[in-house]
């Protein structure tokens, strides 16, 4: 049969901010097909660049939120003088229609489609493929011979219909939900057997299922240390770290696999936030040693789990005097009143036991050892409501004041401390990319990298693959403190006191997840030999499976774990901070803005630079004293998106061009805190301006 229509573009309403795989921020209306782009995504897990997310209550049915616009064009004029149902389908099963409408003459005609299958989804939902479109005169849809007429073209399509309240995470900084994340987290429907149930809601015990199953992870049994950002408390989550592979087209999460308690805590907590329900972030301190159980990516049943860090076994007898226990654990509670418990790193633990029961079930209470080491075991008393992961970097002395540093941690760090340090400091620490070939051999790529700025703090994460002379890939990570003095430069000794924090809270960390069992921290840490490079370091001891090093200069900390063993990991921390050190003072100079300018269309200006309209897209353009290597924007309340910067560097003149390209969300005065990393030293600095979103 010839050709009767064609497809020329398709268009819909994304109520909820996307991010796809090019890094572009699909937001508002927007097309998602079109004759002459296809928008195919041919990175990542592969789909659509254009990618689509309707806010969905699981309880209406699909057509009242599912419209897109498909414009087609008739050549066949046989067409003309009719009215029309334009159906969408894939896999034999119509999945969109129209209502009636008339064709009058081979010319562009446009129309809404609808969902029709499934009817209503109890949970949330992906479509994700090629569609064929067909026109079918009105009355004979449903008949058994009735007339059809193709459109040649299939579109592809990707998309989804998730909560309306949807985690702050994703919109703070770069705003949108990634979508290799969405693609991770929500499966794609199967036309070819629609009975099937397929839907999930993402409530916490699917998300709690989904965490602990489908993302290849694997307990920290050297140190139950965090791996993508959050504390104990929540805070920065980095979930894109979490779900990216190890290789195009692998499996979700294999790029990382390392997590804690509180990795998984925080995505069982943004993961249910898409079937809208946000599980509560609980803390038990102490926790104790644990009833044998399935420990997340651990073979073997353990009730011992850091058998790495003393070259023990996961599971033991429960007397064995070298049995290790969580000093604290991190998991979730069912939302308001946490009635029920949710653990995604043990069981797992799927919302059945009420806070006492899980205490019973996942504490043994009976073991002899809290008599010798003069503890008890953790009770519901214990369990607190913490806040939970946020889209905001704060500083380490903003966590709780339970955070205080021990007296065996500031001890251990006195032996630590290199006293004839000469002037130094780390640099070049914001282009990992340019010179790890250089410094780590020539198959040495950066798999993953990731760079947040907070208020004082900059925390930039490598993960590199193919370094010569060590077995396995190497993360580093760099956290940059600024502390600006009266005179508006860095204030090195402030500066320097909080990264010296920063290192005494992560030793702390370990020794709030350890208990009783680092009670002497060099069971698991030493002084590391970085005299000429540090006022600080130091390493896993020699009995530790796995390397890791700690090293603090001046204002900068960098942490870089990877290899089989400190020794083997040795080499590879020297030739890096042999490359990054100076030897000179830090640089005291933090970048300054010294003009902002507002560019607003003009159809949507007000007359003292308001904006005017959701969905509007303007830009505030700001120079700065210095070479800007990244930036930020933090709005207080998400009323604006964050779509992209661009930075445009005046290496003669050091200076530098930003520019913010916002999306409005909500009226009102929204206060923006522009954050701005300066290069060669990560020094950063923030400018709070405020824009106002008029109606209309």
Known sequence: MAES????????????????????LIYGSHTLWDINNSYVDDKGSKGSLAPNAFSYDFVSPLSKNSALHVTLKVINNELCGSDY?????????????????????????????????????????????????????????????????SSREKTGLELYWISKDIHEIFLAGLSGIDIEFLRSAILRFDFKDISKPQSKLLTPADATQRAFYSYSKVYDTTSGAPHFGVTYAGGVFNYT??????????????????????????????????????PTWLFQQPNGWINTTALIGITQWCNNPFFSSNNTAPLVNINDPNRTRFGNHAFNGHPPNSTFIYDACGGPHLGTENPAQYVQSSIDAVTNLYAIQHTRPGTVADIQV???????????????????????????????????????????????????????????????????????????????????GVDGDIVARVRVSTRIGQDGKLHYDHSSSAAFDDLAFALQDVELDLGPNAEKLDTLWAPAPFEEYAHHALQYGPEVAGGRFLVVSGNVMVDISGGPSSAALEPIVRKVLTHTTVDTPASLHIPKVTKQVYDIPQTNKGPSNEVKGLFTTFDVECQVDDLVVATRADVEGHGLLLSKYTVQGNKDAKTSTVIFTFVTRAVGTHNVDLRFEEGLTMNTSAKRIQITVLGG
């Open 5 to 24: 229509f064609q497809i020329l573009c398709i268009t819909a309403h994304s109520d909820q901010p996307i991010r796809n795989s090019s890094k572009e």
């Open 85 to 149: 149902i334009l159906q969408g389908s894939q896999d034999d099963t119509t999945v969109f229609e129209s209502e009636a409408f008339s064709i009058t003459s081979a010319k562009e005609v446009t129309a809404a489609v609808h969902v029709t299958a499934p009817h209503i989804s109890p949970g949330t939902l992906s479509f994700k493929g090629d569609f064929l479109w067909t026109l079918t005169p009105k009355g004979q849809q449903q008949a058994s011979a009735n007339v059809e007429y």
């Open 241 to 278: 770290y979490y779900v990216s592979p190890a290789y195009p087209n692998g499996p979700a999460g294999g790029l990382q696999r390392i997590v804690n308690c509180y990795d998984q805590a925080a995505m069982v907590q943004v993961l249910a936030t898409l079937g809208n329900t946000r």
């Open 386 to 468: 913490m806040g939970g992961v946020t889209g905001v970097l704060a500083t380490r002395l903003t966590r709780p004041a339970d955070s205080t540093v021990s007296k065996g941690v500031s001890k251990f760090l006195q032996k630590c401390r290199i006293s004839n340090t000469k002037q130094s400091s780390q640099t070049h620490w914001d282009d990992v990319g340019k010179w790890a070939k250089q410094v780590l051999g020539k198959n040495c790529d950066v798999a993953f990298h990731d760079t947040i700025l907070g208020d004082g703090v900059v925390e930039s994460l490598w993960h590199l693959k193919g370094a010569e």
